[in-house]
């Protein structure tokens, strides 16, 4: 027996991720094929807190499959964290009869959207919506496939440089704490060594391998740096590098917020249509408290109290062991 749903609310909160035009998209229609009236809220939670929530039609999402971004705005809400914020976004929900949510975003948003769940009894679905790769319960986040097309695609115009110049580039890539971008770009892009905050490689180890490059004839080398390992960014790592290893004139290039950019890939077209089909069919079904994830190509639900407080070691044992076969 299908729960009486009438209004459903979308938002998109924290980094942004290319493939949130896509999702939202998918929520819209798929609310409204089954007869829901569907809503967007404006600038993640600071929407709900300011009622910046508009209605949205069919043709509300009408060619934004292939934009970047997000049509509905993004924010980084710290007064969603206070009991008082919480309280009036809430009110605001209730007061334009809102049964349902669902938040596109990272851990941060889920972390907020179980809150309001679990204090007002709001009924929520997730959809992990960030480049960082970093959820449990998702083989692939939104996002992610294209922030690591954007990172190979600048690592091969950086090589052809390299290569003119016979010089060593220290290339900096986000993440936050997961190295699941710089993993992935490391073996697509052909890159000598990377350096992820999951694995404590020793510069003496990253050293010997750089000159074991240098006696193999190698003119030019790229090593990818994960922006949260332990030796620091890209321009500290460089800079203890260099202090030992002089054999290339080395430079630093720091990718930053280029990879939450750009259409979406078609993998993340793909994905976020399905995530956001997914998630209003949890809710239609009366389901709360869920993630909606790609486990293997089945669209799965975890709970996003297991997504948050499960770690999630994604970095695949292949690849890692590959970073150093590859680049003899
Ligand atoms: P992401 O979702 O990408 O991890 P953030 O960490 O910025 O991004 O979280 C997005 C938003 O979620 C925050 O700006 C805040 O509004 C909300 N949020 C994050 N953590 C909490 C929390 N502990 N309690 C309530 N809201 C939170
Ligand atoms: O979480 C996505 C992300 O791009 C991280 O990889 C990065 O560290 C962070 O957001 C940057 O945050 P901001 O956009 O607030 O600078």
Do not use: W
Not at 214 to 240: C, F, L, M, N, P
Not at 243 to 270: A, M, W
Not at 274 to 293: C, D, S, Y
Request: hydrophobic share 40%; proline share 2%.
């Amino acid at each position: 027996m299908r729960p009486n749903i009438k209004n459903i609310a979308v938002l998109t909160s924290g980094g942004d991720a290319p493939g949130m035009n896509a999702c939202i998209r998918a929520v819209v229609r798929t609310g409204i094929y089954n007869g829901v009236n569907v809503f967007g809220v404006l600038q993640g939670y600071q929407g709900l807190i300011n009622d910046n929530i508009i209605p949205m039609d069919a043709r509300s999402v009408s060619n934004i499959i292939h934009l970047g971004g997000t049509i509905l705005k993004t924010a980084r809400c710290l007064e969603f964290k206070t009991d008082e914020g919480m309280e009036i976004a809430f009110r605001n929900l209730k007061s334009r009869e809102i049964d349902g949510l669902v938040v596109i975003g990272g851990d941060g948003t889920f972390t907020g959207a179980q809150k309001l769940g679990e204090k007002y009894g709001v009924q929520v679905i997730g959809v992990p919506g960030t480049i960082d790769n970093d959820l449990y319960g998702s083989d692939f986040t939104l996002g992610y496939d294209t922030a690591i097309n954007t990172v190979i695609d600048a690592i091969d115009k950086i090589r052809d440089t390299a290569d003119s110049h016979d010089r060593l580039f220290f290339i900096e890539v986000m993440g936050r704490d997961s190295g699941c971008i710089a993993l992935r770009s490391a073996i697509a892009s052909g890159a000598e060594a990377v350096l992820l905050p999951e694995k404590a490689t020793s510069l003496n180890e990253l050293i010997a391998q750089l000159e074991t490059g240098a006696s193999t004839k190698k003119s030019s080398s790229i090593v990818i740096v994960s922006e949260g390992h332990k030796h620091g960014g890209a321009y500290d790592i460089a800079k203890k590098v260099k202090e030992r290893f002089n054999h290339y004139d080395t430079k630093v290039t720091i990718l930053g917020h280029l990879q939450r950019g750009g259409s979406p890939s078609s993998f993340d077209r793909i994905l976020a249509s399905r995530l956001g089909f997914a998630a209003v069919n949890e809710l239609l079904k009366g389901n709360t408290m869920q993630m909606v994830g790609l486990r293997g190509n089945e669209i799965k639900t975890t709970s996003i109290e297991e997504a948050l407080t499960k770690h999630a070691f994604k970095l695949e044992s292949d690849l890692l062991e590959m970073t150093k076969v590859l680049s003899i």
